[in-house]
């Protein structure tokens, strides 16, 4: 189709079927196109969650995965509404969709916890929100220890600067005798 070296190509063609609700084409020329770029997939991804298409948004996720490219933090937002408008219909989605996004994310906000924990919890799933709320309390550890180990190297920046300081000092006054010797030295 040509569309491999002209990802700007891909997005007009994308742009151009979602203007007449061709989204299986949009869908098609994303797939054709080998781009290992997020963005098309993206695009499509959220096409199919903005037209109440979710049953058609996740397999495009699926897709977008089998093809190794890497999902960016714009991917997940219309996964996981997509996810959460099929649990709340009860159509059989697989809760593993979910799990594997949460597992996935590298920006977790609250509200994707919440939207995911929530949607476990609509399908009675008690053991999967548990889950989701260990994974929480263990990633919310992660950050209080990151958050001690930045204090702890700012505090240890802060004393390596005190000690260039002092040096700084020491070093000018031990020029400053220099000088005065080399002064004193030339009188002579």
């Keep these: 189709m040509g569309t491999d070296e002209n990802p700007i190509l891909v997005s007009k063609l994308i742009h151009f079927y979602a203007s007449f609700n061709l989204l299986v084409d949009a869908q098609i020329v994303t797939e054709s196109s080998n781009n290992l770029d997020p963005l098309h997939w993206n695009m499509v991804i959220s096409l199919y969650v903005r037209n ?16 190794n490219v890497q999902p960016a933090d714009f991917t997940y937002p219309s996964v996981i509404k997509a996810c959460g408008e099929l649990l709340d219909c009860d159509t059989g989605v697989e809760l593993d969709v979910a799990r594997h996004l949460f597992d996935n994310m590298s920006v977790r906000d609250d509200v994707s916890w919440n939207t995911i924990i929530s949607r476990y919890a609509a399908r009675e799933a008690v053991q999967a929100p548990g889950e989701l709320l260990f994974r929480l309390k263990e990633d919310e550890e992660f950050v209080i220890n990151a958050q001690k180990w930045v204090v702890g190297a700012d505090q240890e920046a802060a004393k390596a600067y005190e000690q260039i300081d002092k040096l700084k000092k020491k070093h ?15 009188l002579l």
């Design 172 to 186: 000018e006054k031990e020029i400053g005798s220099l000088n005065e010797l080399v002064a004193e030295a030339h």
């Design 52 to 67: 109440i298409f979710f049953e058609e948004a996740i397999p495009v996720y699926k897709e977008m995965l089998s093809k």
